[in-house]
T-cell receptor, first 110, second 112 residues
Framework: NAGVTQTPKFQVLKTGQSMTLQCAQD?????MSWYRQDPGMGLRLIHY???????DQGEVPNGYNVSRSTTEDFPLRLLSAAPSQTSVYFC?????????FGPGTRLTVT | GQQVMQIPQYQHVQEGEDFTTYCNSS?????IQWYKQRPGGHPVFLIQ?????EVKKQKRLTFQFGEAKKNSSLHITATQTTDVGTYFC????????????FGTGTKLQVIP
């Protein structure tokens, strides 16, 4: 089992460009989420989903879109990247209370 | 919204010394979880506490949930270099299980 996978591992974007961060899981968990991690600020919830077709906003949703068409995949879209979105992004799934994190995507926006 | 703060932000200890990180929530939590993130890695679940005043141990790690369920602590006895990393507490917002707020984290450095 791969668990939670994320692609790409690293990405550099120019301001205004768009991209999609991919997240996939093979644990058949209904709950999936996206966090961003910035120095000194812990992990902040961007969006989450409790099942296919159901998504909701977290603490910092502005500038990000998500959709959940399958149980396995939960992509995060940046429509127009800004330098403030430079961060490390983690996708996670949850069974009961324990969250399983992917390896992360390090994004730099110049 | 719910805020979860941790102190200290950074801690350097000599190998063999003890270490404690404290977690404080602005709201009462139904449960609290602790995660460890090694440098360059991703957060890994350590434990969950649910009951008021609950204390759980994992080898040299002792976790405690406050009586009012608004604070928690993680104590490591006789630190080792393998303990290096950032420790996060996390709690669900509003009593549900969907929105989980993470603390600001405590970065532990162990000097051999």
């Amino acid at each position: 089992n791969a668990g939670v996978t994320q692609t790409p591992k690293f990405q550099v974007l120019k301001t205004g460009q768009s991209m999609t961060l991919q997240c996939a899981q093979d644990m058949n968990h209904e709950y999936m989420s996206w966090y961003r991690q910035d120095p000194g600020m812990g992990l902040r919830l961007i969006h989450y989903s409790v099942g296919a077709g159901i998504t909701d906003q977290g603490e910092v949703p502005n500038g990000y879109n998500v959709s959940r068409s399958t149980t396995e995949d939960f992509p995060l879209r940046l429509l127009s990247a800004a330098p403030s979105q430079t961060s490390v992004y983690f996708c996670a799934t949850k069974a009961d209370y324990e969250q399983y994190f992917g390896p992360g995507t390090r994004l730099t926006v110049t | 919204g719910q805020q979860v703060m941790q102190i200290p932000q950074y801690q350097h200890v000599q190998e063999g010394e003890d270490f404690t990180t404290y977690c404080n929530s602005s709201t009462t939590l139904s449960n609290i979880q602790w995660y460890k993130q090694r440098p360059g890695g991703h957060p890994v679940f350590l434990i969950q506490l649910v009951k008021s005043g609950e204390v759980k141990k994992q080898k040299r790690l002792t976790f405690q949930f406050g009586e009012a369920k608004k604070n928690s602590s993680l104590h490591i006895t006789a630190t080792q270099t393998t303990d290096v990393g950032t420790y996060f507490c996390a709690g669900p917002e509003g009593g549900g299980y969907q929105k989980v707020t993470f603390g600001t984290g405590t970065k532990l450095q162990v000097i051999p």
